[in-house]
């Protein structure tokens, strides 16, 4: 019986491994994980507590105690938490503050590292930031994604508009350069591209270009 493929791809914010990820699971017919979703339902579970965010036993433990479920199709990921659909919710702009601190605790990336590899066994495209070197470090094919800061600040802030309008270049590009800061330094499972991942730079390119790299060489490690 062939064992289900697993695709791992990391990266910084706003590097497009949600649109790539979206892209590769739907020709590929496999199951998209977004892990960032799951950590926005942490963030928002905290928010909707009493538990401050900054108490990170208190948040640990609440991480294992919440129940997070991810479903749908690539192309329209539902997030729910506790059995309610919190697809829109996690995406405000105070999740998605709360969403970087509570990424940093220990506790919290093991409660989501267990949930991440049961939600995996069936085979997926799967990102986030310690995909390849953690959650499934034996991944068929790991990518890391990157691009210049400023590049990516311009894509997350055309996301962030379609949610807030009055969103600037200025407060997208300081908040992603401290997210960088956070995930690359947190001691636990920190930003960093694996020893064997393919690391591709969408620097100036368009996303089916980059794509098209991307089936290229899935294509030649699972042709075997």
């Known amino acids: 019986m ?3 493929l697993i695709i791992a791809i990391d990266g910084p914010s ?3 491994k949600s649109t790539l990820g979206r892209m590769l699971a ?7 994980i ?4 799951m950590y926005r339902a942490v963030a928002l579970a905290v928010i909707e507590s009493t538990v401050n965010e900054s108490d990170d036993v208190a948040v640990g433990s609440l991480a294992e105690r919440i129940d997070i479920d991810l479903g749908g199709n690539p192309d329209s990921l539902r997030v729910s938490l506790n059995g ?6 996690v995406r405000a702009e105070e999740v998605t503050r709360v969403s970087s601190i509570v990424s940093t605790i220990p506790a919290v990336r093991r409660a989501m590292v267990r949930r991440q590899r049961e939600l995996g066994k069936r085979g997926a495209v799967m990102n986030g930031r310690d995909i390849g070197t953690v959650v499934f470090p034996d991944a068929d094919v790991k990518f890391y994604l990157d691009a210049n800061i400023r590049e990516r600040a311009e ?3 055309a996301e962030e508009r379609e949610i807030n309008p009055g969103a600037t270049y200025e407060q997208t590009l300081a908040d992603i350069t401290e997210r960088d800061r956070r995930d690359t ?3 636990d499972s920190p930003l960093i591209a694996a020893e064997d991942a393919i690391i591709v730079d969408s620097t100036g390119m368009a996303i089916d270009d980059v794509f098209a790299k991307m089936m290229m060489i899935v294509r030649e490690r699972t042709a075997a």
């Open 2 to 4: 062939t064992a289900p």
């Open 84 to 89: 309610q659909d919190v697809t829109e919710r």
């Open 155 to 157: 894509r997350r802030l």
């Open 14 to 16: 706003g590097s497009g």
């Open 34 to 37: 977004d892990t960032g979703s």
């Open 185 to 187: 330094t947190r001691e």
């Open 26 to 32: 739907r020709e590929l017919g496999l199951l998209y």
